[in-house]
């Protein structure tokens, strides 16, 4: 039964046009009065769509937004049920999801006067957020900031007062999988005393005697961390504190140059699988299904990690020039923030919640190190007990490095949320050598000059 | 055609028009906007307000955070000196001149082999068709990345004859090819338009062409292909105006960022990266006016053009 028969409908007739009757008439009145009802209704309902300030029970409502895995949704729920046990006339509504989605979804929300009340953000968004008054100086509300680490309390000052109360302390280390180098027979390097010669020549044995598809180590070049350590280490910056540039194109040039000869060397992944590598989730990467010995990851995402890879991972000091652990220059850097939007329409209940998350133990006890080593001193040491062996090993290494620390970076300057992405397409141009590494340096530098400018 | 011709019938009506059919009119016309009215509201309040907005902020500074500023033709100035708009032409460009002929021309070789009276004819269209009601959504994009990643499928069949694949969407130098393929691949929708066209060519001309001895190259070429080209036409108005504003396939494939190296930034996902991700409102806006201009300017050109190669057989 063919749907489209040759010829079939030539001419159906046409439509003969009929004279209406009186019933058709009221019919036709009835429907209107039916239509219009239907679009005042549904007019009604997209109202209804902002922020309801409390909900039918009296409670007061308060939306949280976060970006991170299952693991850290776990966590945070649970200390957001510990805060409404305490607090039953508030209730706090979660929303959260991937980092790379988040900022596009709150830039809008924050557009259409619709932001969570209480809002997760970074050192890269947040002078960009709170110049432009997005964000609540927290400052005037009842935060008690007395026993917070006094350098990642000022992380969250800039010129419009306190915007963000950070919520933990990481610093930029190598993680390495003892199984991947297990089964290579290569023996973990010591991190006290490796040098970058060190950590290229561990990298391309290591692929050598890995099965196919495994190297020794990721590729540095997709985030500015690494960039940041490379930079100070050769005396330079990646910002400066009147917010601009603080390195030149041959700087950056340098870095790529050594990333070349990771990649010729076959010590990181090809240049397709670089790509590939970075659009993985954290459950996903190199490090976690075992095809890396060696990553790049922040101190608080250990744990995830391995919850992911189901074994055991090992933090390790990013290698200097010198081989000295002093020489590293790592630093404490506020994990993440917790900000409130200036327009909240609750503002007394968002502090509250907010000075729960960073003071109070039984918030600590259910976020344990998941963004970071607690910056409130007297909840790091009532949770020890509670830390898994992960957290464990994540807390030991941030006070390892304690006397190692080089001068705590300034702030990303406004705009500097762009600067990641430059740098990613930017590494990609030169490992498909596409762009010489000081062409890539200059249009690089060109480019993150006019973003934070 | 038919359709339009019955219509047109319709609005020439003989003789004087009386009082009563005006009033009758009247009231016609009052139901039917009343009926419009739903659609009315979402017209105005969802698309012309939002295009009347996004208008007024291309002439401003908006980082979205912050109300805009009026700046005139600043965004306009600017997009002249973007390297990074102009790869994002050029990229959409060959998407659009390679992709779209391709696509049509799969879809009519696979209509014209359905029209041949196969067997089963609704379950092959209905299969053929199928690529099409996934094509754009998340779900395929996401896949093809998988198909066609470095361990990929199609690399996998590569190995077993000893070729070492490169990773199609993931080198710069073939990632736009493997998007432009799986825009082709969805080709269902043409191909059910090229089909009931193909059925709405009369008989007596094949039959015709036959008595004289054409052959079955010169019947296409002769009877087909003219027969055809208002068919062809709007498949390729419908198919160009929606290319150049394909954005999704593009946004899953490459994760959001165009890359690797832009390969395959499209045009309206450098729109939405610098209006949501870089706090640059105002700048999307004019991009979205300045690519409006683009898809009106291929329209007429597409209307000009066909004056000399689509045949209306009325």
């Keep these: ?453 | 055609m038919s359709a339009i011709s019955e219509l047109s019938s319709l609005s020439r009506r003989k003789g004087p028009v009386t009082e009563e059919e005006k009033r009758a009119n009247r009231r016609d016309n009052k139901a039917a906007y009343v009926f419009l009215l739903p659609w009315l509201v979402g017209l105005l309040a969802i698309t012309i307000g939002p295009m009347l907005m996004s208008l007024y902020l291309a002439f401003t500074d908006y980082s979205l955070l912050q109300p805009p500023e009026w700046t005139g033709l600043d965004n306009f100035i600017r997009m002249f000196g973007d390297a990074r708009l102009h790869n994002s032409l050029g990229v959409t460009f060959t998407y659009v001149l390679v992709g779209v002929p391709l696509q049509l021309a799969v879809a009519l070789v696979i209509a014209l082999v359905l029209d041949k009276g196969l067997r089963g004819l609704p379950f092959y269209r209905s299969v053929f068709y199928l690529p099409s009601l996934l094509g754009g959504s998340v779900a395929v994009a996401l896949l093809w990345k998988q198909i066609f990643g470095t361990t990929g499928l199609v690399n996998q069949v590569l190995a077993l004859v000893g070729i070492q694949g490169p990773g199609w969407i993931s080198d710069p130098s073939t990632s736009l090819s493997s998007i432009i393929l799986l825009h082709v691949w969805t080709f269902g929708s043409p191909m059910i338009i090229f089909l009931a066209g193909l059925r709405q060519i009369p008989n007596m001309y094949y039959e015709a062409a036959e008595v004289d001895g054409a052959s079955t190259l010169q019947k296409f070429w002769r009877i087909t292909l003219p027969m055809l080209s208002p068919i062809i036409f709007f498949n390729l108005v419908l198919q160009i105006i929606g290319s150049f504003q394909s954005f999704t396939q593009a946004f899953i494939v490459s994760g959001g960022s165009g890359g690797p190296s832009d390969s395959t930034m499209f045009f309206t996902l450098y729109l939405y990266q610098k209006g949501f991700g870089q706090f640059d409102m105002g700048y999307a806006s004019a991009m979205a006016w300045f690519l409006l201009v683009i898809i009106g300017a291929f329209t007429a050109i597409n209307f000009i053009a066909s004056k000399y190669w689509v045949f209306y057989d009325d």
Aim: glycine share 8%.
């Design chain 1, 1 to 453: 039964m063919p749907l489209f028969s040759r010829q079939a409908s030539a001419n159906p007739g046409g439509s003969a046009r009929t004279k209406s009757s009186a019933a058709k008439r009221r019919l036709r009145a009835s429907g209107a009065l039916a239509a219009a009802a239907a679009v005042v209704l549904a007019l009604g309902a997209c109202g209804s769509g902002g922020s309801a300030p409390k909900s039918s029970d009296g409670k007061v409502e308060l939306r949280f937004s976060w970006w991170g895995g299952d693991k850290r949704a776990q966590l945070t729920q649970a200390a957001i049920a510990a805060f409404e046990a305490e607090n039953p006339n508030i209730k706090i509504k979660p929303e959260y999801g991937d980092w790379s989605g988040y900022w596009d979804k709150l830039a809008t929300q924050v557009a259409a006067n619709d932001a969570p009340d209480i809002i997760q953000m970074d050192e890269k968004y947040i002078t960009e957020y709170s110049t432009r008054g997005a964000l609540l100086d927290l400052s005037k509300h009842d935060i008690d900031t007395s026993k917070l680490d006094e350098a990642a309390l000022n992380a969250g000052k800039g010129e419009k007062g306190l915007t963000g109360i950070a919520a933990g302390i990481n610093a930029a280390t190598i993680l390495a999988n003892p199984a991947v180098f297990q089964a290579a027979g290569v023996p973990l390097p010591d991190d006290k005393t490796w040098t970058w010669e060190d950590f290229e020549r561990i990298s391309a044995e290591l692929t050598a005697k890995s099965p196919k598809g495994t190297y020794g180590s990721a590729a540095y070049g997709t985030d500015e961390a690494s960039l940041g350590v490379w930079l100070r280490q050769n005396g330079k910056s990646l910002y400066t504190d009147d917010g601009k540039l603080g390195f030149e194109p041959s700087d950056i040039a340098e870095w790529w140059t050594f990333l070349k000869e990771l990649s010729e060397k076959k010590a990181v992944p090809s240049a397709s699988e670089v790509v590939e590598a970075e659009a993985a989730p954290l459950d996903q990467s190199g490090l976690a299904t075992g095809k890396n010995g060696l990553a790049f990851w922040w101190s608080n995402q250990l744990p995830a990690l391995e919850k992911a890879s189901g074994g055991e991972l090992q933090i390790l000091r990013f290698p200097s020039k010198t081989g000295k652990s002093a020489d590293t220059q790592l630093w404490y850097k506020a994990s993440q923030f917790w900000s409130a939007s200036s327009r909240t329409k609750h503002p007394e209940e968002t502090a509250k919640f907010i000075n729960f998350l960073a003071n109070n133990v039984k918030a600590g006890e259910a976020l344990l190190a998941d963004r970071g080593v607690y910056p409130n001193s007297e909840v790091r040491t009532a949770i020890e007990s509670k830390l898994t062996p992960a957290d464990v090993k994540v807390v030991k290494f941030i006070d390892q490095i304690k006397d190692e620390l080089g001068e705590a970076p300034a702030p990303p300057p406004k705009g500097a949320g762009a600067i990641q992405e430059i740098i990613k397409r930017y590494t990609s141009e030169v490992l498909f050598n596409r762009l010489s590494t000081e062409e890539a340096g200059k249009k690089a530098v060109d480019e993150m000059k006019s973003a934070i400018s």
